[in-house]
């Protein structure tokens, strides 16, 4: 007597669907988390439309449109005449000046508190590693526009506040780039030099910051490039520079004097650019 097997009960609906739904997800290489994440983030996305009044009628209005027509068409005829430019080089210099020197006191400061920041401070400064951290932190979470509107109370008007406040923020930002190179640098050199007896502080400026240099470099050099783009905005709240003049003549309507700002700006910015652009290949 031959016993045939009983059919396996069939499994749920849903259990099919959610089988299938793995097979398809693992064929494409698509995950369930991905399609979740991507599901989630195009929510937002339409509930933050949803939520703002965005009148794109009134945007592309005739009316409206003729006016920006208007604007545009008076910002590119800048003012050529040399009086007026000569007014502009000491403003660019200035500008430059604020971001160079910003970032050179926040390269100083980033280092500083990156070493205390840094896991491989010892167990028993546990509380200097967390304090640091928190400072750094607490640095990069303040803009550098609030930062020079605080610093414009106590300093008053002029470069100084607004590097000062480039300083401030910047450290916050090159000390927690810093401290992640220096806890991810490897740690085999380190290792064999300490059981020959040599001393942590030889072994960090001899060893750890010549192979980390390079890092440090180019997180310095980015910095200084967004910082060249801040200090302009910086002197729109009275820090000084270029952003000060664009404020004084974009409030009066001069949109000849506005552009020939404007150009400047864009000049010094390509030229911080090419400028970090050539150390890094000088340096490579």
């Known amino acids: ?27 494409t290489g698509i995950r369930p988390k991905a399609i979740f994440f991507l ?40 003012n050529w005449t040399g009086a007026f430019w000569l007014k502009l080089l000491p ?7 604020m971001s160079a020197l910003g970032t050179l006191l926040a390269l100083v400061l980033g280092l500083a ?7 491989r401070t010892p167990r028993r400064f546990s509380l200097v590693r967390s304090s640091a951290r928190w ?33 401030l923020h910047t450290t916050g930002v090159l000390g927690r780039m810093f401290a992640e190179a ?15 007896g040599i001393s942590r502080s030889k072994i960090f400026f001899f060893v750890q910051i010549p192979q ?27 820090a000084g520079g270029l952003g000060q003049m664009l404020s004084y003549y974009l409030s009066l309507f001069k949109m000849s004097e506005t ?10 910015v390509l030229l911080v650019d090419m400028l970090s652009a050539k150390i890094r290949r000088a340096l490579a």
């Open 1 to 27: 007597m031959i016993v045939t097997p009983s059919p396996s009960p069939r499994p749920p609906r849903v259990a099919q669907q959610l089988v299938l739904d793995l097979s398809l997800a693992t064929r």
């Open 39 to 78: 599901t989630t983030c195009f929510a937002l996305i339409f509930a933050s439309f949803a939520s703002l009044d965005l009148q794109f009628a009134a945007f592309f209005d005739p009316g409206t449109l003729r006016k920006m027509w208007l604007f545009i068409a008076e910002l590119t005829q800048p």
């Open 91 to 97: 403003a660019a210099l200035e500008t430059l000046a």
């Open 113 to 119: 508190l990156a070493i205390a920041a840094s896991k």
């Open 135 to 167: 400072l750094l932190s607490a640095l990069r979470s303040v803009p550098e526009l609030m930062w020079a509107a605080l610093l414009l109370i106590s300093a008053g008007l002029g470069p100084f506040s607004g590097t000062l406040a480039l300083a």
């Open 182 to 196: 220096l806890e991810n640098a490897p740690k085999d050199n380190e290792f064999a030099l300490s059981v020959r």
């Open 212 to 238: 980390i240099a390079p890092q440090l470099l180019s997180y310095t050099l980015y910095r200084w490039e967004n910082n060249i783009r801040a200090a302009t905005v910086l002197g729109i709240v009275g």
């Open 259 to 268: 552009s020939s700002i404007l150009l400047v700006m864009i000049g010094l």
